[in-house]
């Protein structure tokens, strides 16, 4: 049998599934709102370098919007606006619904902490008339890209007399930055010839912060310490006891000729976490018991106190649970999350590594993540038909641009997020987040249009 034209499109249209561009459903005052939310997020992050900073931005927005700090064991009812801080490195937010608890809780998860260089605890040297602080890098970074480019440092130090000192160098326009120097080409024949990953070596990530010595005779490491001593009344034993970042010293701004882009340190994964704070923070009177965590420590493994391997966010449910009646295994059975976590962009200039039909795209909306992991899905909790379905008709309905998303090509390597360790409490979860371009880089870039879609996803999650 023959097909008309006309049939093969209706046909096309009906059956076949097409990806969409979110610029083919923004109209001129939905841009307006997503420019406005964008300026929101710059802000966010050129004030949260790092997972401190971030709780501390968190909770100052949290308490612009009327939520108050909650301790363990804490009287609640329907309609409280809640934040709990974890240490100063984890916030964990949430908002008691009118329904039983017992139906559940909507989580969204994100994480705060991105990659970085961190000092070591003896950090002070010199060497050849100059000063240098010895680090060891947290999270996967590409170690080439953080030579030759200007870095701020950013921290806390704890003093032998127990007080706390917070230090961040290299944001003000008239501070001084840092840098890790890089060989110069003439010289670098051996260099060119190693594989990438080998080019710098981790030990070679040395801050150069100082060269001027404290008299004729030398003595630059005690003239930095000087320096450090008056500005903060600091001694070297004191770095012990510090955790002080180096991060890229560059602001966030807007990237290409028609501003469709952000440029920016630490979209990974504070361009998540953005949108999943917005989107509880304007939420009043719930239906639904709502959280939202910014977790600590997922790129280096979720571990410690203020990652998301922490019980931290089942004790509170718990304690939750107990205040208001509720049997907390069912509230945790009856739970849904949205594991807020970016995905790679499919990138053209490196196109071999992507399987494009699988693979997110920037404009193409908010990214869900059915699976993560390496190597034949390992180490993933790949999100159910059935929740995937339930978020699918969810987004559907509300209009929602979303696509899917997988890593890259199966073999080509892999990663996973913060989905496991909520999965495995016994939670329904699967990834969403923004697709970011050079994820991991000093400086990452993402699109507005998907960004604004994920705010208006984890919104109505919410609801
Ligand atoms: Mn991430
Ligand atoms: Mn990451």
Known sequence: MEYTKEQITELKDSILFKKRNVYEVLDEAEIEKMEAFCKGYVKYLDASKTEREAVNEGIALAIAKGFREYHFGDAVKAGDKLYFNNRGKELLLFIIGSENLENGIRI??????????????????????????????????????????????HGTVMKSDGTVVDIVVGEDDSDPVFYIDDLLPHLGRGQSSRPLGEAIQGEQLNILIGSRPLNTDGEIKLAIMKLLNEKYGIVEGDFMSAELSVVPAFKARDIGFDRSLIGGYGHDDRVCAYPALAAILEKEAPVHTLMAILADKEEVGSGGNTGMKCSVFIDLIASLSKTLGANEYLVRFNSKCLSADVNAAYDPNFGDVYEARNSSFINKGVVMTKYTGSGGKSGTSDASAEFVGYVRN????????????????????????????????????????????????????????DIYMAYKAFSVFCD
């Open 108 to 153: 969204s998860a994100a994480h705060i902490d991105s990659p970085r260089i961190d000092l070591k605890q003896h950090p002070l040297y010199e060497d050849a008339g100059m000063a240098f602080f010895k680090t060891h890098y947290y999270g996967g970074i590409k170690k080439y890209q953080w030579t030759a480019t200007p870095l701020a440092i």
């Open 394 to 449: 969810m987004f559907d309905k509300a209009g929602i641009v979303w696509q899917t998303g997988e890593l890259g090509k199966v073999d080509a390597g892999g990663g996973g997020t913060v989905a496991v360790y909520i999965a495995e409490k016994n939670i329904d979860v699967v990834d969403l987040g923004v697709p970011v371009l050079s994820m991991h880089a000093p400086y990452e870039v993402i699109a507005k249009a």
